[in-house]
């Protein structure tokens, strides 16, 4: 059974279809990549899953539960967890305090040293340890996308939506990246749900890609068939993205 079944969703904007019957499945362990022009509807689908929107119609299921049915604030105890396309950290809060967010989001307030105990496993997991006591502002745009999923690795989820976790990295920290989202998946056993643009990253990392274009499903497959199918490549890959 998928664990994130999205079955025929709209999402409308009054007279903007920013969704229009959407489905899409994920199984367990692995790693999807979300793709398509600007406006597509990407962060959108993202939002419904989590439950910032409501659609108008369809369902979306997390391990058989309808989660149209779970209130918002609870979707992170469920186990799903994300990261958002323009950083939400607070700036003025330490990367410790920002990562303790996600944990608290979690866990009972009683379980004050359980929490602690495990953020600092999250930042030295990630790296982070060398700035836990920093505050967020004036951090390298780089270490705070790591402070961002590390906030979401906190919860402990069971499946991780990354929106454009690559956004404003260079080439390094691309490939950095890449690995580090592997590893993840590995050795957490998450299932991921990656929205990205940069295609060297998706291709690489996706073991399924499914394509939106105008809040529509244009397809869906592995990378070498999504990078070889005719309207993928009309609608948003061209033939640069072809050849990546």
């Given amino acids: 059974m998928a664990l994130l079944?999205?079955?025929?969703?709209?999402?409308?904007?009054?007279?903007?279809?920013?969704?229009?019957d959407v489905s899409l499945a994920l199984e367990p362990g692995e790693i999807g990549g979300l793709i398509g022009p600007n406006?597509?509807?990407k962060t959108t689908l993202f939002n419904v899953i989590t439950r910032l929107y409501k659609p108008d119609s369809g369902r979306v299921a997390f391990d058989g539960r309808n989660l149209l049915r779970v209130q918002a604030h609870r979707i992170v105890r469920l186990g799903v967890a994300r990261t958002f396309q323009n950083v939400a950290l607070f700036p003025t809060m330490t990367v410790v305090e920002n990562v303790l967010v996600g944990a608290h989001s979690r866990w009972r307030p009683f379980a004050n040293r359980r929490i602690e105990s495990q953020v600092r496993e999250t930042l030295e997991y990630l790296s982070l340890v060398d700035v836990?006591?920093?505050?967020?502002?004036?951090?390298?745009?780089?270490?705070?996308?790591?402070?961002?999923?590390?906030?979401?690795?906190?919860?402990?989820?069971?499946?991780?939506?990354?929106?454009?976790?690559?956004?404003?990295?260079?080439?390094?920290?691309?490939s950095d990246l890449g690995a580090l989202i592997r590893q993840i998946?590995?050795?957490?056993?998450?299932?991921i749900l990656l929205v990205e643009h940069h295609m060297n990253l998706v291709m690489s990392v996706c073991d399924?890609?499914?394509?939106?274009n105008f809040g529509s499903k244009i397809a869906e497959g592995t990378p070498d068939e999504v990078r070889a199918d005719p309207e993928v490549i009309e609608a948003y890959l061209g033939t640069e993205g072809r050849a990546a």
Avoid: Q, S, Y
Avoid at 13 to 19: E, P
């Fill in 5 to 20: 079944a999205v079955e025929n969703v709209t999402r409308r904007f009054g007279g903007i279809v920013a969704l229009a």
């Fill in 39 to 41: 406006g597509a509807g």
């Fill in 132 to 174: 836990a006591d920093r505050v967020a502002a004036g951090l390298p745009f780089g270490t705070l996308k790591r402070v961002e999923i590390a906030r979401a690795l906190a919860a402990r989820p069971r499946l991780l939506l990354l929106d454009e976790p690559a956004g404003g990295l260079n080439h390094e920290e691309v």
């Fill in 185 to 191: 998946r590995d050795e957490h056993e998450l299932t």
């Fill in 208 to 212: 399924r890609v499914h394509v939106l």
